[in-house]
């Protein structure tokens, strides 16, 4: 048998292969140690160990067999598996909104190279006419890719590129934005787009998927679908991210850009708006507004675009026992702005204490949060956090720790003036700090409690 039909196979796993006669893309019966399983063999990534086999079950997940376990193999059928997203040219409808699709990497549609192992996105209009038809009954698509990497690697440089952008797809008059990103940073994308991009005409919609589109529980198309009619159909004009509601696939919500975070690292759901409520659910049809009060759809082009950014900021996560080497190093190094995720009502140990007054006498600006994520610093209550503020630390009150960090690189991007600075952190855009948070903004509930078992019980049989 020819070495190509063992695409990304070496060493063990490929003698087994050869050993059963079994090729890549070959419908296989596989008898282990651990019980029997059919599937397609699937290709290996040249960078792959040489200990397992892959198979596509009929779920349509992938599975590793660890050759050690393998007692016989059988090919029962073969048909080599063609994964390119298929290519067609998509139409202009008159009268539908013009929506334009920004790319940063994200993987909202997408193939799978098998050579690398990498999720290849689908992203020009034709390819992602081809992987989601369904974008052409709802706007008129175009996209520009400006970046390609992945979301841990977004940051000030791509956050300044976004905002002018966008600043200038608004000028020349779309209808709405979408922003193809990756998942884990997503929320930070939000809130420095919030910051960067205010008193936008056009709503802004940052979209990703939580499982690749060769996944049959992808959430990948209905995101983008959802996406699409907020940007072309909404009337909610504001920087918001928008991604699954329920674990089913019902609707999606649409979140604000201050108040949104990732809270699980795989469910498709995992978006949540954190001490308030979405702002929106969005169907493939319609909106329907959950908050009241937001920015209204405007047909004039008028536009804030304040792409600015300090890099030399940072976020510390107080944990007991902290040494002041920690803020001492960080003031060493030249930072100018430091987020404390503090305990209960914004507390940290009073070992701390001088290293925080050396670093504010320096002039570091810092700025305390809760890493509780839900409720308000409050530093009058307890001595502790009086002395903090004596000693110049300043409350975000319900601000989230990352969007404090954001919002305080955003503004010590424009002054080091403290009192300027100061005014720009606490002086609300759009609504990352509130006066209240409402009643039904905090909701988590824990399985085993009567109540909540039997509110479950009406949706999970």
């Known amino acids: 048998?020819?070495?190509?039909?063992f695409q990304g196979y070496k060493g063990k796993s490929l003698e087994v292969l050869k050993k059963y006669n079994v090729r890549v893309w070959g419908q296989t019966n596989i008898v282990t140690t651990r019980g029997s399983f059919k599937g397609t063999v699937l290709p290996r990534s040249e960078t792959d160990d040489d200990k397992h086999i892959v198979l596509k079950i009929a779920t349509g997940y992938n599975i590793g067999i660890d050759i050690e376990t393998i007692q016989d193999m059988k090919e029962t059928g073969y048909q080599k598996a063609n994964y390119k997203i298929?290519?067609?040219?998509?139409?202009?409808?008159?009268?539908?909104?013009?929506?334009?699709?920004?790319g940063t990497g994200g993987t909202i549609a997408s193939r799978l190279d098998y050579r690398t192992g990498a999720v290849i996105p689908a992203f020009s209009p034709g390819?992602?006419?081809?992987?989601?038809?369904?974008?052409?009954?709802?706007?008129?698509?175009?996209?520009?890719?400006?970046?390609?990497?992945?979301?841990?690697?977004?940051?000030?440089?791509?956050?300044?590129?976004?905002?002018?952008?966008?600043?200038?797809?608004?000028?020349?008059?779309?209808?709405?934005?979408?922003?193809?990103h990756g998942t884990d940073t997503l929320g930070h994308t939000a809130a420095a787009l919030t910051f960067m991009i205010q008193n936008s005409p056009v709503p802004i919609i940052l979209v990703g998927s939580q499982r690749s589109s060769d996944r049959p529980s992808s959430d990948a198309a209905l995101n983008l679908m959802h996406a699409a009619y907020a940007?072309?159909?909404?009337?909610?004009?504001?920087v918001m991210v928008c991604m699954f509601g329920p674990t089913s696939d019902e609707y999606g919500f649409l979140h604000r850009g201050t108040r949104v975070r990732k809270m699980h690292s795989s469910y498709r759901s995992t978006f949540r708006t954190i001490s308030d409520v979405p702002l929106a659910t969005v169907r493939r049809g319609s909106v329907t507004p959950i908050k009241t009060e937001y920015n209204h759809r405007r047909k004039d082009r008028k536009v804030k675009i304040l792409p600015y950014f300090e890099e030399k900021v940072a976020i510390v996560y107080y944990y007991p026992n902290m040494q002041p080497d920690m803020i001492d190093s960080l003031v060493e190094n030249g930072y100018k702005g430091i987020i404390i995720a503090g305990t209960g009502l914004g507390h940290i140990n009073k070992p701390l204490y001088p290293a925080i007054e050396r670093a504010t006498k320096k002039g570091v600006h810092i700025y305390m949060t809760v890493q509780t994520l839900w409720g308000f610093v409050n530093m009058f209550v307890y001595d502790t956090g009086r002395d903090l503020m004596d000693k110049g630390i300043i409350p975000a009150?319900?601000?989230?720790?990352?969007?404090?960090?954001?919002?305080?690189?955003?503004?010590l991007g424009q002054t080091n003036d403290r009192e300027e600075v100061k005014k720009l952190m606490l002086t609300p855009i759009n609504d990352e700090t509130t006066l209240k948070e409402p009643y039904n903004g905090y909701l988590i509930y824990q399985g085993g409690v009567p109540e909540v078992e039997s509110f479950i019980k009406k949706f999970r049989k």
């Open 1 to 5: 048998m020819s070495e190509d039909i």
């Open 86 to 102: 298929p290519e067609k040219e998509f139409p202009y409808t008159k009268g539908k909104p013009s929506v334009k699709l920004l």
């Open 127 to 180: 390819e992602l006419y081809g992987a989601v038809p369904e974008l052409a009954d709802i706007c008129n698509l175009t996209t520009e890719k400006l970046f390609a990497v992945f979301s841990e690697n977004m940051g000030p440089e791509q956050y300044k590129a976004l905002a002018i952008a966008i600043g200038k797809e608004i000028e020349n008059g779309i209808d709405g934005i979408i922003i193809g």
């Open 231 to 238: 940007a072309g159909h909404s009337d909610i004009a504001e």
């Open 397 to 411: 009150e319900n601000m989230l720790p990352e969007v404090a960090y954001i919002k305080l690189g955003w503004a």
